[in-house]
């Protein structure tokens, strides 16, 4: 089973809100990933890390940022939330100590009135 | 630049049936390639991975192979079941990178 969190599992705020998204994994991965996924729809890299200090925007624009001063942490955040953020937030993470496995945690469904 | 393509998107199968799923992608430069599972408003669980030195792998009833040559994977899932009802997804991490590439999924029904 991956040892990879996300808390909250269910968001519903309103406009203009600002919101952390928390990943943590106890796996020692270097590698951690943000992506964004509407129903039925396919996966969207918006944020990765390679390790501490280290943090890149992915393939599809988004307002948020992320930051990774602790191996083990992922936190993700949208400095004023609007309508068009709500989505469901997946994070991920992978490292030589799993051979490269991409790992997932559960989801952040978040909803934005 | 690399695409993943799964074929079919939707699949309904009574229970009991083998069923394969199709995963191609057009470049055969990858590190690794795996497959997942994911269940309506979950992440994604990892089912099987497959290192580019690698032909196959296997756990329980589901079999992946990999073909680099031809840039195809085929996940097999034998004596399929309600309870295998999900959308499967596979995805390439490409050699020289630590961005995977994504399939677009198939959705599996298993009808009892």
């Known amino acids: 089973e991956a040892d990879i969190y996300q808390t909250p599992r269910y968001l519903v705020i309103g406009t203009g809100k600002k919101i952390t998204l928390e990943c943590s994994q106890t796996m020692g991965h270097d590698k951690m990933y943000w992506y964004q996924q509407d129903p039925g729809m396919e996966l969207h890299l918006i944020h990765y890390s390679y390790g501490v200090n280290s943090t890149e925007k992915g393939d599809l624009s988004s307002e948020s940022t992320v930051s990774r001063i602790r191996t083990e942490h992922f936190p993700l955040t949208l400095e004023s939330a609007r309508p068009s953020h709500t989505s469901q937030y997946l994070c991920?993470?992978?490292?030589?100590?799993?051979?490269?496995?991409?790992?997932f945690g559960e989801g952040s469904r978040l909803t934005v009135l | 630049k690399q695409e993943v393509t799964q074929i079919p998107a939707a699949l309904s199968v009574p229970e009991g049936e083998n069923l394969v799923l199709n995963c191609s992608f057009t470049?055969?430069?990858?590190?690794?390639l795996q497959w997942f599972r994911q269940d309506p408003g979950k992440g994604l669980t990892s089912l099987l991975l497959?290192?580019?030195?690698?032909r196959e792998q296997t756990s329980g009833r589901l079999n992946a192979s990999l073909d680099k040559s031809s840039g195809r994977s085929t996940l097999y899932i034998a004596a399929s079941q309600p309870g295998d009802s999900a959308t499967y997804l596979c995805?390439?991490?490409?050699?020289?990178?630590?961005?995977?590439?994504f399939g677009t999924g198939t959705r599996l029904k298993v009808l009892a």
């Open positions: 991920a993470s992978s490292g030589v100590t799993t051979a490269g496995e991409l790992f």
């Open positions: 995805a390439v991490l490409p050699s020289g990178t630590y961005k995977y590439i």
């Open positions: 470049d055969s430069a990858i590190y690794n």
């Open positions: 497959i290192q580019s030195s690698q």
